[in-house]
């Protein structure tokens, strides 16, 4: 069985071509299904409803996913891809607290502009369900994640604790303030992260976290 999303172990490859057109095939996949659970239910929807609404056959869906279930931890798995690639995309010269910070805020925003988070957030509210297949391969977004972190502490200085605490933290984070936004009808969504940092920073660790401006990464 195939792998559902791009999340790798390492520093990030460029995807093949056949890697591509599978993520394309998958995105077809899942925006078939989240219009299917938002219209008629996560446990009332089957896979072949799925398959036809994404012009597959079933036997063809079971080449992408194992389930429907596994069709549902695609955005956390996707998710965790976002991550990854924003701590990569950060400048060597950024401390691990810049790395934090400009991941959430990239991610975020990413996460708030997709069509699709919106519906995601309704299906997960609605369907227990639905929820708890999502969160099923939250253990392995994590490791992936917090190894992302731990590739940008300095050499000989690997620390497994904190890479894992920066990626939960960093997960959590995102999901409650993209959450938050659509709840509240808040349309700023950098100006809300930075309101989620502030308060982070205040509650846990008592002074602010360098900014992208500050000038210490220099």
Known sequence: MESTGAVQDGVAAVPSL???????????IWDAATDLFVKKGFDETTVDDIAQAAGISPRSFFRYFASKGDLMAYTLVTY????????EACPKSYSLGEVFR?????????????????????????????????MSRLGEVQRLVARAFARRLPKGSE????AG?????TIQLTGVTVRWCFEQGQSDISAAMERVLATFERMFC?????????????
């Open 18 to 28: 056949k890697a591509r057109k599978q993520k394309i095939v998958r995105e077809i």
């Open 80 to 87: 965790g891809d976002q991550l990854i690639a924003a701590i």
């Open 102 to 134: 400009e991941t959430v805020l990239q991610v975020t925003q990413e996460s708030a502009e997709h069509p699709r988070t919106r519906k995601v957030l309704e299906i997960l509210r609605k369907h227990p369900a639905a929820a708890a297949a999502e």
């Open 159 to 162: 620390d497994s604790l904190t």
């Open 165 to 169: 605490v920066m990626a939960g933290m």
């Open 206 to 218: 008592g002074t602010r976290l360098p900014n992208r401006g500050s000038g210490q990464r220099h």
